[in-house]
């Protein structure tokens, strides 16, 4: 049979943009099939706060994948993103892949400054966690900014269209197999394009289905922790002396009741809390501009709590989008508490929140009370760290610190993979998020320029 393309690619997210920047180097010819819809038509027709639950959500899919519309915080660390150093033992040589990402995202107009690389000022906040049993992280992040990351987005996709097919609002539903090796991929319109070589890159929103397709091929699945917690927004000034050092506060925690581990994410100095919707489950998320204009009074923060289950449960995302559906149930979407209600067993009313020194930047939550909702094993160990924090930053254990949930953070199935993440079935690359293997930016695109890489050396 004759191929259409040498390389197909499934999802335009970073990890399918990145592998293909790398494809077309080489001079390869690469479909990339998009069931989203390109950057400038990206939309959300969201009503008067409320998600319209769209069959393909525009915040989520589309060019440039779920965080097209995010602040872009690259984090240049092994630690943070993903699992990518369970594939490349070498540290050198994934921090060699980092590397190659800055690069492409530097061409393609990221800014400059590097926060987190001030070696004194991490010392001195590693000896000030430590001296309160948080251990402090560093992680060098360069951050492009909600803005930017559009326009470099856009830049790629400019770089992109006069050197491969790129086809939107084509979701591929099967992925063609013959003998054990892959043959290209049939869309929901029917249609057949051939390639001996098929990156998927599918991204969380593409979960369920190559879950699904995983199953029917027969590919070898395991199970990944599921982490579930809060975002916590608290007055910028709080955590000011941090956040203007290392921008992006990585904080660990053993809760001392439960001995699990706290963390807190994506943090977001200036920063507006938004919400996300995690297929038709609505729950919160936070980003920031570097645009000063732009900049909010408060900064925000997930909490999150990593909890591995034990045999015999086998759906951790089951479990945490049932727990932040009870938050949707009960307020038409995501919650917020002020911290000082929910540790007197008040709910929070809207006369209570407008009382409060911190003013949510996410107008649509309904106040409520997250005590209804969070399992009591999360909500104290979240309590507890909120305690420690305050040790480190006063002022972030205050009662007018605003608590929206619930922030879950999903790794999709996770699928035998080849140390260049070829699946087990021949030249089928699983990348990204959807293979379970990364969950940011920086190792997504890095997943991406690795399959690729195993690609150039087998068709060239
Ligand atoms: C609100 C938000 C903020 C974030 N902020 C940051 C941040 O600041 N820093 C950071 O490092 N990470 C951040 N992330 C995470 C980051 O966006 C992801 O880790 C990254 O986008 C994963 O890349 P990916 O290519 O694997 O998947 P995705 O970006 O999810 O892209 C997958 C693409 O595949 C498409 N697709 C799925 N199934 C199919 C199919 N069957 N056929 C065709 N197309 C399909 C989807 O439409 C999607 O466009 C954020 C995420 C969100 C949601």
Redesign the pocket.
Known sequence: MSKDYEVII????????FAALSLVEKGLNVLI????APLEERSCPRKEGYCSNCS?CG?????????????????FSPE???NLKQFIDDEKELQELFQQVDKIFLEHGAPAEIYGADDAAVRELRRRASAVDIEFIPAPIRH?GTENCYRVLQDISTTLQNKCIIRFR????QILVENEMVTGVK?ESGEIFSAPCVIC??????TP??LQESQRLGLTIQNNPVDIGVRVEIPAWVMEDITSKVYESKFHYYAPFFDDKVRTF?MNPYGQV?L?NSEGVITV???SYRDKLRHSENTNFALLVSKNFTEPFREPIRYGRYIASLANMLGGGVLVQRLGDLLAGKRTTGERLAKGIVKPTLQEATPGDLSLVLPYRYLRSILEMLEALDRLAPGVYSRNTLLYGVEVKFYSHRLELSTSLETEVENLFA?????GI????????A??LLAAGEIIRRLR
Not at 170 to 173: E, G, R
Not at 201 to 206: A, K, S, T
Not at 431 to 435: E, K, N, Q, R, Y
Request: charged share 10%.
């Open positions: 499934i999802g335009a997210g970073p990890a399918g943009i099939l998009e069931k989203g393909c915040v989520l899919n589309g060019w440039g994948g779920a965080g097209a519309f995010s602040d872009g915080k690259l984090t943070f993103g993903g492009l084509s979701m591929v539903q869309l890159g599918p991204g969380r929103q593409g289905w190559f994506c938004v996300e998320n936070g980003h990348v990204g998020d959807g293979a990364t969950r940011g930016l920086v190792q997504a695109s997943s991406g």
